[in-house]
């Protein structure tokens, strides 16, 4: 535990991912409290949180609620809902929020940080997400593959004392100085896997050895490379490679979008393929591949 201190932890959206970093906070000690929706909270309060991770299959004790008063108290702050629903958790938690919280914002997408900071006075931090985790039944999660951040904000010391608390609670942490083309890395691959993984309900290793799907993807990475460019951000080389090794990394992997549309929910499709539609419209970038990967999900959606 950092400096051997046990803080308060709220996790507003405990989904998988929510799960798997508030998890890791109370396995190291921390006073950790998951809300989210009945089905999971009434499991929580009956026997803890059962993280099922790849070293370890353990029921962790934490708190639960379905109310976003819940963050009322934390330090610190897992901001984890869908994209979807960011305007209106954030204006949700406002008003509960301790003066000296801090916000650490885990959503995909790349637009998230700016939505929460118009609505909350706090600091809030954005994070690039690698894990692979699902909820296999209510309270259960189970942890596939990863778990690290990386993250990056004007706010020096918080970045500083947000990395202390993850890596002592054994989640690595990068601290980077370009947190905006971190978070457009992660929507190259989100762009890549999420759509096709869902429309094929393929874990990611079966999926990328079908027939002219690599060439599939590297079409969507070139398109969203070039809207990223188009909109000033700075992004690392080599991005193709990295997004092909994703499956190498995760073979059993099911996208958040594939298990979003398994169980009839609501995707994130507009924040991730619509995102860079979008976005290619407004700065004149075309971005076939990812329209049509855009319109199948919705169409199944709509189903």
């Known amino acids: 535990m950092a400096n051997g201190e046990s803080i308060r932890v709220a ?32 499991a929580f309060k009956a026997k803890g949180l059962r993280f099922e991770g790849l070293q370890f299959d353990e029921h962790v004790p934490v708190g639960a609620s379905t109310e976003a008063s819940a963050v009322r108290g934390a330090r ?3 901001f984890c809902v869908k994209s979807t629903d960011t305007e209106d958790a954030a204006a949700q938690i406002a008003p509960f929020l301790d003066a000296g919280a801090v916000v650490v914002n885990l959503q995909n997408g790349v637009d998230n940080t ?14 690039v997400v690698y894990v692979a985790t699902e909820m296999a039944g209510p309270g259960h999660l189970k942890h596939h593959g990863r778990g690290d951040l990386v993250i990056g904000s004007p706010h020096a010391a918080w970045n500083e004392r947000v990395k ?27 762009c890549a896997y999420n759509a096709l993984s869902a429309i094929t309900q393929l874990p990611y290793g079966k999926m990328v050895a079908g027939a002219g799907v690599r060439d599939l993807m590297r079409d969507v990475v070139e398109e969203t490379l070039a809207v990223a460019g188009a ?16 499956a190498a990394a995760m073979p059993t992997q099911f996208s958040s979008t594939a298990q979003d549309l398994a169980r009839g929910k609501p995707t994130e499709i507009e924040h991730l393929n619509g995102f860079v539609v979008r976005r290619g419209e407004a700065l004149g970038v075309p971005t076939p591949a ?14």
């Not at 700016?114 to 994070?127: S, T, Y």
């Not at 990812?290 to 199944?300: D, E, G, S």
């Open 164 to 190: 202390a608390w993850f890596e002592a609670a054994g989640v690595p942490v990068a601290i980077s100085d370009n947190v905006a083309g971190e978070l457009w890395a992660k929507l190259v691959v989100n």
């Open 11 to 42: 996790v507003l959206g405990a989904g998988a991912v929510g799960c798997f970093f508030g998890g890791m906070l109370a396995r190291a000690g921390h006073e950790v409290t998951l809300i989210g929706r009945q089905v999971h909270v009434d």
């Open 114 to 127: 700016e939505r929460i900071r118009a609505r909350v006075a706090q600091p809030v931090i954005p994070a």
């Open 76 to 78: 610190l702050v897992l």
């Open 231 to 246: 909109s000033g951000v700075a992004m690392a080389p080599g991005m193709l490679e990295r997004t092909y090794a994703i």
């Open 290 to 303: 990812n329209r049509a990967l855009y319109a199948l999900v919705r169409l199944i959606e709509a189903k």
